[in-house]
C-alpha cells in the first residue's frame, strides 16, 4: 500500500516578502552591532574633541578658571600670528624639520630597501636590525639620544678619537645653532627602518620579467632603476612622502623628552607649542586656534603633495 505524503501549502507572497523583511531587519541589526564600537570611540575620541577645539577656539576659555568662557571672535589667531614670536619661531622649526626629514628619510628608507632586496645572504639579518628602532618606543629613543648628546656623552667621545682631539664638539641639545639637527638625525634614525619595509614592500610588487627585458634590452642597474624600478614605485611613493610629512609636522615627544623646546625656543614645534599652552599655561581657548591653523595646514600640504604626486592621464 502506497502513502501518499501530505501536500504542503504554497507560501503566500505576503509571507515570503514579510520573512525577507525580518531576515533583511536582522541583517541590518546584526550589521550595527558590528560597527558600534568602532562607531562609538570615533564619536568620542574624535569627532567631540574635533568639534569641540572648533569651538573653543574662537573662545578665551581657560583649563581652571572661575570664569565662564567668553566668545573672542579670532582675537586668539590673530595673536597667533602677531602677539606670539615663539609661535612664528615655531612654525619655522616645524617647516625646517620637514623640509630636512622628508627628503632624506625617504631617500635613505629607499637606498636601504634596494639594499636589502638583493638575493644575499644575511639581508634578513639587516631588515631586523635597521627595523628595531622603530618597535623600539620613541620616548626610550629620546632618552637614550639625549645621554649620548651629552657634552660628555659617547657622540662627543667618538668625534674626540675619530679627530684626534683636534675638535671636542659641543652640547649640541643646549646649544640653539645645534639642538634642532640633532633631534633631526635622531628622528630620522629613528623612523627610516620603517619606511625601509613600506619600499620593500613595493619593490616586491614589481615583476621580475620587466627586469629581465631590461637586461635583455642592455640596460644598465641605473637605467633599470629609473625605467623599471621607479615608475613601479609611485604609488607607494606618495604613501611614504604622504606619512612622512605627516609626522614631520606633528613632531612632538623628541622635543617634550629632550628640550622642551629650547634653548631659545630652537627646537620649539607647533604641537608642542599648543600643548604648552593648553595645559601648562591652561590656555585652552588660544591652544585651541593653534591646533586648528596646524590642522589647515596639514590639510593644505597633504592635498598640495597629494596633486603634485598624482598619476597624469
Do not use: C
Not at 583649563?63 to 595673536?79: A, E, Q, T
Not at 667621545?157 to 646649544?175: E, H, K, P, R, Y
Request: overall charge positive; proline content about 5%.
Amino acid at each position: 500500500m502506497t502513502v501518499t505524503p501530505p501536500t504542503v501549502a504554497a507560501e503566500t507572497p505576503r509571507r515570503a516578502l514579510h520573512r525577507l523583511r525580518t531576515s533583511r531587519g536582522r541583517q541590518a541589526w546584526a550589521g550595527w552591532g558590528m560597527i558600534a564600537p568602532a562607531a562609538i570611540l570615533l564619536l568620542l575620541f574624535l569627532v567631540i574633541p574635533v568639534i569641540l577645539a572648533f569651538t573653543l577656539s574662537f573662545t578665551n576659555a581657560r583649563l581652571i578658571s572661575p570664569n565662564p568662557p567668553r566668545f573672542v571672535g579670532m582675537d586668539n589667531f590673530i595673536r597667533a600670528f602677531t602677539a606670539d614670536p615663539v609661535f612664528v619661531q615655531s612654525i619655522g622649526n616645524t617647516a625646517l624639520f620637514a623640509l630636512v626629514v622628508v627628503p632624506v628619510q625617504a631617500g635613505l628608507g629607499l637606498a636601504l630597501a634596494v639594499l636589502v632586496n638583493r638575493r644575499l645572504r644575511g639581508t634578513t639579518f639587516f631588515r631586523v636590525v635597521f627595523f628595531i628602532p622603530v618597535v623600539t618606543s620613541i620616548v626610550v629613543v629620546s632618552i637614550l639620544w639625549k645621554f649620548l648628546y651629552r657634552e660628555d656623552g659617547l657622540v662627543n667621545s667618538m668625534i674626540d678619537a675619530v679627530t684626534f682631539g683636534l675638535w671636542s664638539g659641543t652640547d649640541w641639545l643646549n646649544d640653539p645653532s645645534t639642538a634642532l639637527g640633532a633631534i633631526i638625525v635622531m628622528s630620522i634614525w629613528q623612523a627610516v627602518g620603517f619606511h625601509m619595509i613600506i619600499w620593500l614592500s613595493g619593490l616586491q610588487t614589481i615583476p621580475e620579467e620587466l627586469y629581465e627585458a631590461a637586461r635583455m634590452d642592455g640596460a644598465s642597474p641605473w637605467r633599470q632603476f629609473t625605467n623599471v624600478t621607479w615608475p613601479g614605485l609611485r604609488p607607494t611613493m606618495v604613501f611614504v612622502l604622504v606619512t612622512i610629512t605627516i609626522a614631520a609636522l606633528g613632531l612632538f615627544v623628541q622635543i617634550d623628552v629632550m628640550t622642551q623646546g629650547g634653548p631659545q625656543g630652537a627646537t620649539s614645534t607647533i604641537v608642542f607649542h599648543a600643548v604648552r599652552k593648553g595645559y601648562e599655561q591652561q590656555e585652552i581657548g588660544y591652544a585651541a586656534a593653534i591646533s586648528l591653523i596646524f590642522f589647515v595646514a596639514v590639510l593644505i600640504i597633504a592635498l598640495i603633495q597629494r596633486r603634485l604626486t598624482r598619476e597624469k592621464d
